[in-house]
């Protein structure tokens, strides 16, 4: 991180501009300036004092903006290695050709890294990230820490908690950045525990990033449950809010269906696997019949055959003779 010059500037006044450049998606000028802001602050007040909350959720997020250009990036130019790669194989048995090459709009600004610097890159999204985590940690630890032993007032109680909520929610998205699932699926069920009930559109936004990773997870059955509830939450908004001409209803009622929609799609795909398992197992149910009816079959042959010559050996008539 280059040095910052702030001397002289109101440290709001910087934290306006760096907000400015999020809202821009010019997240690396944002996160420049905001980690400067932060370690002064930490200078000043200390490692988790309460006035660095805030500022640490917010370089947090920003962090967060800067891994995922980061990995597009990464993306693009690993899908660019290989189509090289596959044209190169190809070119070796055909002369000419036109040679395909990646909408360069996947990678951060247009740039596809090289090959050899992809390992660089790789590893300068697992910084970014990390960096990312330990701040929107110690993000949580100040709020935390105030909820439970500074909070003196019902507001100040839900206001923590709903930063408490935004926080989760950024860690959720950042372990899903990591494919971490898993660790994914608890943040965004603490970060629901932390929001107020009535607080419907961030409950719906919520259920819907939340229906996604369990998806990853392989839980369909929460998937579907957690579309339902986002659809709940919409339809609230609608009847607590009717006299309220300000609401765009019609935007919220295009939602509903797209969640019912996509919630249909879930369950079709649920049962299509269902199907497919069923046929699975009554394939394997119907080989092993077969095999038991072969044991079957060829321990009745065996016996018989013990019989036959047990008879030719012993035979009941004794004018019967042994062919």
């Known amino acids: 991180m280059s040095d910052i010059e702030l001397k002289g500037f109101p440290e709001e006044e910087k934290i306006q501009e760096a907000q400015q450049l999020f809202e821009n998606k010019e997240y690396d000028a944002a996160a ?23 500022l640490s959720y ?6 967060l903006e800067v891994a995922k250009e ?46 050899e610097e992809l ?18 940690e110690l993000a949580r630890l100040i709020y ?27 860690l959720a998205e950042l372990t899903s950045e990591r494919d971490m699932f898993d660790q994914a699926e608890n943040e965004y069920l603490t970060a629901l ?22 998806l990853y997870n392989d839980k369909m059955s929460e998937s579907i449950s957690q579309y339902q509830n986002a659809s709940h939450y919409m339809h609230h908004i609608i009847q607590e809010n009717k006299e309220n001409h300000e609401i765009n209803y019609q935007d919220i009622k295009d939602r509903i269906t797209q969640l019912k929609k996509k919630q249909r799609e879930i369950e079709e795909q649920k049962e299509r696997e269902q199907q497919e398992n069923d046929d699975e197992e009554d ?22 055959q013990r019989e036959d010559n047990d008879e030719d050996e012993n035979p009941k008539d004794p004018k019967r003779k042994k062919l």
Not at 297 to 303: E, F, H, M, Q
């Open 144 to 170: 935390e820490t105030q909820l439970k032993e500074k909070c003196s007032s019902a507001a100040d109680a839900k206001h923590l908690k709903q930063q408490l909520s935004l926080i989760h929610v950024t």
């Open 58 to 63: 917010r370089y947090g997020k920003c962090m």
């Open 70 to 115: 980061q990995n597009r990036c990464l993306f693009a130019s690993q899908m660019q290695k290989a189509i090289s790669e596959r044209n190169q194989k190809e070119g070796e048995q055909q002369e000419g050709g036109e040679q395909e090459v990646i909408d360069p709009f996947l990678g951060k600004g247009g740039v596809i890294v090289p090959p």
């Open 283 to 304: 394939e394997e149910e119907a080989k092993m019949n077969d095999s038991f009816d072969f044991q079957a079959t060829s321990t009745i042959a065996v016996r018989r």
């Open 32 to 54: 420049e300036i905001l980690g400067k802001i932060l370690e002064e602050r930490q200078e000043k007040y200390g490692e988790v004092a309460y006035e660095l909350g805030d």
């Open 193 to 214: 525990e932390y929001l107020p009930l009535e607080e419907y559109l961030q409950r719906a936004s919520i259920s819907v990033a939340l229906a996604v990773v369990y």
């Open 119 to 136: 390992q660089d890159l790789k590893n300068d999204v697992e910084d970014t990230l990390e960096t990312g985590w330990q701040t929107l």
